[in-house]
T-cell receptor, first 111, second 115 residues
Framework: DQQVKQNSPSLSVQEGRISILNCDYTNSMFDYFLWYKKYPAEGPTFLISISSIKDKNEDGRFTVFLNKSAKHLSLHIVPSQPGDSAVYFCAASVYGNKLVFGAGTILRVKS | NAGVMQNPRHLVRRRGQEARLRCSPMKGHSHVYWYRQLPEEGLKFMVYLQKENIIDESGMPKERFSAEFPKEGPSILRIQQVVRGDSAAYFC?????????????FGPGTRLTVL
């Protein structure tokens, strides 16, 4: 029962261009969504979050968009940098409790 | 301001032994969560604890696995009689008290290998 899906296992982007990572969810009770970045052999690092009452949240180069009717969110990274190369996980929760993660998307930023 | 601490970082056990994984949350955080990541998969929730209480253990296997978060000291995830399928990365996360939208901050993980 995959409640959070990241359908693209990998994404390759040129340095300086935009990276768009997508995430779909099925549980309409989710009210909080987060993006984490993970390097090999390290724990996930929190990037940005959005509550269900908003449709956009921006933090520096990172912007998260939420489309509740489509049950879809996306993370935009502009401009992409080689140091952004990592695995990106989308996660969702109900009332800030346990997180349900997607399977992750490997982002490669080419210089 | 130290982050979430986990130890050991790597743990090797033979089948049938016990594994104990420790987690110290960030300062000021009283909520602890344990997640497991199997190879090529995302993180899966196991258990959510507050001091001396298990709040949600819906992701914990029914047998051999237990967790605690005592009044003093770190949270412990205990796996008895380990089997090869328990080999995974185990991550602990913590969050602050009483906020509706809680970012969870993760530790570096413990990589358990069962021989």
């Amino acid at each position: 029962d995959q409640q959070v899906k990241q359908n693209s296992p990998s994404l390759s982007v040129q340095e300086g261009r935009i990276s768009i990572l997508n995430c779909d969810y099925t549980n309409s009770m989710f009210d909080y969504f987060l993006w984490y970045k993970k390097y090999p052999a390290e724990g996930p690092t929190f990037l940005i979050s959005i509550s269900s009452i908003k449709d956009k949240n921006e933090d520096g180069r990172f912007t998260v968009f939420l489309n509740k009717s489509a049950k879809h969110l996306s993370l935009h990274i502009v401009p992409s940098q080689p140091g952004d190369s990592a695995v990106y996980f989308c996660a969702a929760s109900v009332y800030g409790n346990k997180l349900v993660f997607g399977a992750g998307t490997i982002l490669r930023v080419k210089s | 301001n130290a982050g979430v601490m986990q130890n050991p970082r790597h743990l090797v056990r033979r089948r049938g032994q016990e594994a104990r994984l420790r987690c110290s949350p960030m300062k000021g955080h009283s909520h602890v969560y344990w997640y497991r990541q199997l190879p090529e998969e995302g993180l899966k929730f196991m258990v959510y604890l507050q001091k001396e209480n298990i709040i949600d253990e819906s992701g914990m296997p029914k047998e051999r696995f237990s967790a605690e978060f005592p009044k003093e000291g770190p949270s412990i995830l205990r796996i008895q009689q380990v089997v090869r399928g328990d080999s995974a990365a185990y991550f602990c996360a913590s969050s602050r008290l009483a906020e509706k939208y809680n970012e969870q901050f993760f530790g570096p993980g413990t990589r358990l290998t069962v021989l």
